[in-house]
DNA sequence: ATTTGACTATTATCGTTTATTAGTCAAATA
DNA sequence: TATTTGACTAATAAACGATAATAGTCAAAT
């Protein structure tokens, strides 16, 4: 990536994350960045699709860190599901500009993100099931049924902490109980 | 409750759940129960008001149903989850106005219904902690830490499922599911 | 105490103008 | 050739008034 594209982009997520979406506009990125409005366009093609890369790039930085914990060789089933829930609710809490399409008031204004959301979700879902079948393949779980709606209802679960968590400022207080609640999960999913 | 206002509440329940709050007018629902429109004011003061008593014989339907579960005599406590946890989404996946409030689009719309929820979120809150407090002075369950932050936590991922379950049409496929599921959150829980 | 419906007050809707901001492009630069 | 620029245009949001729809009132009737 170009050193102009790249200063646009990191450009663009900080003044995004700080004034949001709407109330940032392209004149404004482009001043703070130094660059004419017209790189902007050169780079990026429509705000809409800035604000898709600004998203992009932190659910890649998600993504990459997950990859890394869900491949991890020769680890319990149970400690991946336990190290999955813990990152992926560390990195949720900084990713600012994520955190942003969850305000209910703005759901019908970010649709050019539901596919953005949608992959990112098949992708946790298709990890979740992987690491799940791993370990009933394993004899470490037990999973009664549909494995792939298990990872689903874990997806819902984490997703809909999301609201309390980061809108609704409890991360201090429900994150002190993480660890206890993800040690019933797993549990729950073990064979004993 | 005279009959009159009963007559007016049943009509407006239903023509609110046919169009929605906002897509019913206060004749229409006065045409429909053949009374006068005054009578309506006579009863409710308000629309806002009118749906507020709709969404909430709703949930005093739903709370009645469950407080029965929930003081079950000679119950184990993890019967009493099972059953409260399959009860509340029976119930919920009829109550149509109440699932009208869930609707993303119209959230800053209804701030007038906020107190509503959030009593019955309490009220929920409260019965969830009482049976986990009476499941571990019984000896049946185990729950290191702080057992308000599970009631809470629970809540959140019955809440974070009415969406996908209500709104998007899914309700039929992750139901089936679902009693496995609860299975193994009271496997968790259960002290072994 | 309750019910009625003609009446008033509010709020949504539409059309128009103005201001802001998204998006373009020919020329300059490297 | 690929990139950058900023004056320019096009599209959209905000502001405003006029009109239509609907929330809410009240004196009279039951």
Redesign the interface.
Known sequence: MSPTKEKLLSTASKTFSKYGFYKTSMDEIAKSARKAKGSLYYHFNSKELLFREVVLSELDFLKEELTVIFNAPNTDSRDIIKAYMTKRMMIMNISINYQETLR??F??FYEFLNDVILEMDLWEKKQITAILNKGVANDELE????IE??A??LL??L???ET?LFLKGQYE??I??FD??I???????SK?
Not at 143 to 146: I, M, S, T
Not at 183 to 189: D, E, S
Request: no cysteine; proline share 9%; glycine share 12%.
């Open positions: 209910p008031e759901y019908e999973l009664p049924g549909d709606v298990y689903e209802m819902i679960f997703k809909g902490l309390p207080r429900l002190s109980n206890n609640l040690g019933i999960l797993t549990k729950g999913i004993l």
